[in-house]
Every structure is written in structure tokens, then in C-alpha cells.
């Protein structure tokens, strides 16, 4: 159990990690080859610390495997981290409760058909 937010997104962030490296053993596999890192988008700056910074801290005791996964797959090039902004996540929608605007626009990018609607 995580006993922090930024331990909670880098724990998130290392099984997204083990996923990356898993599409790329697949693209491999099937001769494509990457030619850029695999980009992925975390929300919360601390943890995108963590995976850059050499040296560890108080706060990072816990997480100290989840640390070597994906330190080792930013420095080997297969992963480029990048933040993002929470409210620019659509998947928010799913886990948490909106105002009615920021909803609405989150419901228009996920692109969904209302299946009991006459059109």
C-alpha cells in the first residue's frame, strides 16, 4: 500500500513501465523496430523526479525496486517521461467527480455514442 500520492503514481508508473518494455519485446518480435523512446505521461511531478534523480530520499524508502525499474528504462532510452496536467486527463472522468464543464469536456474526447438515443 502506498503510503503517499507521489509513491502511489510511481508504483503506477513502474507497472506502466513493465507494460512499455512489454509492447516493446512485441514490436521486436514482429521486426519493427523503435526508433524513439516510448512516451509516458504522469501527472505528478515528484514522481518524474524520482525516476531522474541518482540519489535517493527519505521518502523514497518504500519504493526502492519500483526506483531501479523504471530509472533503468528512462537511462536506456526506452521510456521519455513528460507530465501532465490533471486537468488535461480524460481518463478522469472515470475515477473522479467533476463539475459539469470540465465533464462535459472530458465525456467529447472519449468520442462515446449515447447507444439509446433516436440519431
Same mark, same amino acid.
Given at each position: ?26 514490436? *521486436? ?39 531501479? *525499474? ?13 507530465? *501532465? ?7 478522469? *472522468? ?26
Amino acid at each position: 500500500m502506498a503510503r503517499n500520492s507521489s509513491e502511489a503514481k510511481y508504483r503506477s508508473l513502474t507497472t506502466a513501465t513493465c507494460e512499455a518494455q512489454w509492447l516493446s519485446y512485441s514490436f *521486436i518480435d514482429m521486426h519493427i523496430p523503435l526508433t524513439q523512446p516510448i512516451t509516458l505521461f504522469c501527472d505528478n511531478w515528484s514522481a518524474i523526479h524520482i525516476a531522474n534523480n541518482l540519489t535517493f530520499h527519505e521518502r523514497t524508502r518504500h519504493i526502492e525496486m519500483d526506483y531501479h *525499474i523504471v530509472r533503468e528504462k528512462v537511462l536506456a532510452k526506452l521510456l521519455h517521461l513528460l507530465l *501532465i496536467s490533471t486537468h488535461h486527463q480524460t481518463t478522469y *472522468i472515470l475515477s473522479n467527480a467533476l463539475q459539469p464543464g470540465p465533464f462535459s469536456i472530458s465525456l467529447s474526447k472519449l468520442n462515446l455514442k449515447n447507444i439509446y438515443s433516436s440519431a
